[in-house]
């Protein structure tokens, strides 16, 4: 009998169970009678073309656990993988971790993403997206399931919030209070270079020329292991160029370093600083020069659209941030202030009138 039946309290059940060929292929229990042959049809054409496996009966979890175990560690540095692994077991595992891997469905990993949104990010919830198919992709692969039901999931639009950055006097107020401190010359460098906070914290002296004035990104601090590991990406690999004026602060600050090392920003310990630390020190400064407070990561925005500003070269500005793709460097980085605004407004206006 190709199509099985059975009574449960809310009506009949149906399923396709297939023997053809010393193979036998059993489907789920549906509702509906039709549904059931239309397995029957897929099974019995499955195995006569050759085409035909059976699906893993793995749950999510132990998935998801070979996914972080054997592919992960090849994409992604050891930090990612620890934040992905918090994102997973914090809002996937709770709800699919426990199911088989075949059985989770579209609309229910639809249904979770609507009820995320009160609580998360249009961002996070996109990596979470993300981090389920790619495990439902590398089963696909290795021939372990069928179907891919992220493909059927409206992936949400990630809406990046609009970033808080200083205008000039706010900058230059900030670093003038922060010398009193031991962070001074990590806020100095991002202010005036632009760089990732990672990248500043594994800045060694050897990475700078003092003679040409160019220092070299090529290093991020790992903030697991505390050791310099790799960049972001491969366009963050860059130089930076840098003026005598900014020369000169930073052999000044070589040369009152306390412990003699080849770190360029040290803790008061003679190591890498912990990032931590430079959060607690940027709130004790943004109070003491009563300034509205920012991330860290704002300080690089800050500096990006100061340097467009003064620029007007957006390729240059790319290129400096070590952004990959240009338009991050337009719509996700940089922007414009509203004198910038009314700077462009003035040039257009002024190039109709004449």
């Known amino acids: 009998m190709s199509i099985e039946q059975k009574t449960v309290k809310s009506g009949k059940r149906y399923r396709a169970n ?29 195995i006569y073309s050759g085409s035909y496996f059976k699906e893993t009966d793995k749950t999510f979890d132990e998935c998801a656990e ?12 050891p930090t990612t993988i620890h934040i ?10 709770p709800v699919f971790g426990h199911r088989k891997i075949v059985s989770i469905k ?28 790619k495990v439902f992709k590398l089963f696909i692969k290795w021939d372990e399931i069928k179907k891919n039901p992220m493909i059927n999931v409206e992936k949400p639009r990630v809406r990046y919030q609009k970033t808080s950055i200083w205008n000039k006097d706010e900058m230059k107020r900030f670093l003038e209070h922060s010398k009193a401190f031991n962070a001074y ?34 290093y991020n601090l790992d903030r697991m292991t505390k050791k310099r590991g790799t960049l972001k ?19 000044k600050h070589k040369k009152n370093q306390v412990f003699k090392t080849d770190i360029v920003c040290t803790s008061e310990a003679g190591t890498y600083i912990d990032p931590r630390n430079i959060r607690r020190t940027m709130q004790i400064i943004c109070k003491q020069a009563d300034l509205k407070l920012i991330r860290f990561h ?19 500005t790319q290129q400096r941030l070590g952004h990959a793709d240009v338009r991050m ?21 002024n190039f109709i009138d004449d």
């Open 298 to 316: 704002d300080l690089r925005h800050t500096h990006g659209t100061l340097f467009l500003q003064v620029t007007k070269d957006v390729k240059a």
């Open 18 to 46: 297939v023997y053809i060929n010393n193979q036998r292929a059993t489907g789920s229990w549906h509702k509906h009678k039709k549904r059931a042959e239309q397995d029957e049809v897929e099974f019995k054409h499955q």
């Open 84 to 93: 992905e692994k918090l994102y997973y077991n914090k809002h996937i595992s």
């Open 329 to 349: 460097t337009l719509d996700r980085y940089v922007h414009h202030s509203d004198i910038a605004q009314k700077q462009t407004s003035e040039l257009f206006s």
């Open 66 to 77: 070979i996914y972080f175990k054997l592919i992960a560690p090849k994409k992604m540095k």
């Open 185 to 218: 010359i990590v806020f100095w460098l991002a202010l005036n270079t632009g760089l990732r906070q990672g990248e500043i914290l594994a800045l060694h002296w050897s990475d700078i020329d003092f003679d040409k004035q160019e220092i070299y990104v090529r």
């Open 106 to 133: 579209s609309y229910e990993v639809q249904k979770l993403w609507t009820e995320k949104e009160e609580s998360l990010s249009s961002s996070t919830i996109s990596r979470l997206h993300n981090l389920m198919n």
């Open 233 to 251: 990406t491969d366009s963050s690999e860059r130089t930076i160029y840098l003026t005598n004026s900014q020369i000169s602060i930073l052999k």
